[in-house]
């Protein structure tokens, strides 16, 4: 079955770190670029961070710019996020998501087309 | 910062009936526009891009449309499985992407 899989979600206190990860299975990241995604309780989808499929381009929500770091291992078909100083508003389910690209222009098109179920963040004391 | 607009927040409907969900960019993002349809304790599953192709394994039912700062997506005859919250995303103009704040589609 092809499915992306978080894990490393829990519970930690304000100004804390976890390690989210995403792993593929059924599917290889390889020539993805990938993202994640996060949503709030209460509140709707929020973009948080993007991958290039090389690893070097990044890009972050204002929210999370220098707190938060991606990156990804593709011998090992997974990416991460690094997350520091860590606030209760980063209170929320992570989902990785995979950018669909056009497999005959090898050109990503940039929109989302397959999520993992998430893995839950709680920052509190 | 492109900002998306759903309408309503809430829309109750009985099965069978005709569901239509709206969209609105702050700023044209052409036809650069995605639907995805989120349950409790699912995946989000992506459901229309380009603001009107269906992927792959997507009913008729659902469609896509608009272009420009206007999207709308249709359920033609909402079957028990499509209550659920639905997105509308821009991929036009990023990073960032941005998000509507949802629209949650109920059993009457």
């Known amino acids: 079955e092809v499915q992306l899989v978080e894990s490393g979600g829990g519970l930690a206190q304000p100004g804390g770190s976890l390690r989210l990860s995403c792993a593929a299975s059924?599917?290889?990241?390889?020539?993805?670029?990938m993202t994640w995604v996060r949503r709030a309780p209460g509140k709707g989808l929020e973009w948080v961070s993007y991958i290039g499929s090389g690893g070097t381009t990044v890009f972050y929500a204002d929210s999370v710019k220098g707190r938060f770091t991606i990156s990804r291992d593709n011998a090992k078909n997974s990416v991460y996020l690094q997350m520091n100083s860590l606030r209760a508003e980063d209170t929320a389910h992570y989902y990785c998501a995979r950018v669909d690209y056009d497999i005959l222009t090898g050109f990503s098109m940039f929109y989302f087309d397959l999520w993992g179920q998430g893995t839950l963040i709680t920052v509190s004391s | 910062e492109v900002v998306m607009t759903q309408s309503p927040a809430t829309l109750s409907v009985s099965p069978g009936e005709r569901a239509t969900l709206s969209c609105r960019a702050s700023?044209?993002?052409?036809?650069?526009l995605a639907w995805y349809q989120h349950k409790p304790g699912q995946a989000p599953r992506l459901l229309i891009y380009g603001a009107s192709t269906r992927v792959t394994g997507i009913p008729a039912r659902f469609n896509g449309s608009g272009s420009g700062t206007e999207f709308s997506l249709t359920i033609s005859s909402l079957q028990s499985e499509d209550f659920a919250v639905y997105y509308c995303?821009?991929?036009?103009?990023?990073?960032?992407?941005?998000f509507g704040q949802g629209t949650k589609v109920e059993i009457k």
């Open positions: 700023q044209s993002v052409s036809s650069s």
């Open positions: 995303q821009q991929y036009y103009n990023w990073p960032p992407w941005t």
């Open positions: 059924g599917l290889t990241l390889e020539n993805y670029d």
